[in-house]
């Protein structure tokens, strides 16, 4: 079975940072794209950022671009999300997701999918 398990969420100032990490297992394709979700309260669940597996190219939400770094370590399978300047309105629980099989170039489409694996959410409160 596939299994996301997120860590690193919490409370923090608008302006700070917070690093978010997965561990991800249970699959064999050796080409995914693996990310981040997030879903604020009241609001409509949105990809936040993904990274392929294959050469680690990378998609951002306009909402965090600049702000938001993903990365990750293939070896120990996984993904991190390093968010810095952070505002209010990144406030939501983020979930680590996988997309097995899906290369680079369908990175963009990933962003406004509904990936099939998601793990169990992580909370980021960003208080002004």
């Known amino acids: 079975d596939v299994q996301l398990q997120a860590s690193g969420g919490g409370l923090a100032q608008a302006g700070g940072s917070l690093r978010l990490s997965c561990t991800y297992s249970?699959?064999?394709?050796?080409?995914?794209?693996v990310g981040w979700f997030r879903q604020a309260p009241g609001k409509e669940r949105e990809g936040v950022s993904g990274i392929s597996s294959s050469d680690e190219e990378t998609v951002y939400a306009d909402s965090v671009n600049g702000r938001f770094t993903i990365s990750a370590d293939n070896a120990r399978k996984t993904v991190y999300l390093q968010m810095n300047n952070l505002k209010v309105e990144d406030t939501a629980v983020y979930y680590c997701?996988?997309?097995?099989?899906?290369?680079?170039?369908?990175?963009?489409?990933?962003?406004?999918?509904?990936?099939?694996?998601w793990g169990q959410g992580t909370l980021v409160t960003v208080s002004s």
């Open positions: 997701t996988v997309a097995p099989g899906w290369f680079s170039s369908l990175l963009r489409l990933w962003l406004f999918s509904s990936p099939d694996y």
């Open positions: 249970g699959f064999s394709a050796r080409d995914y794209i």
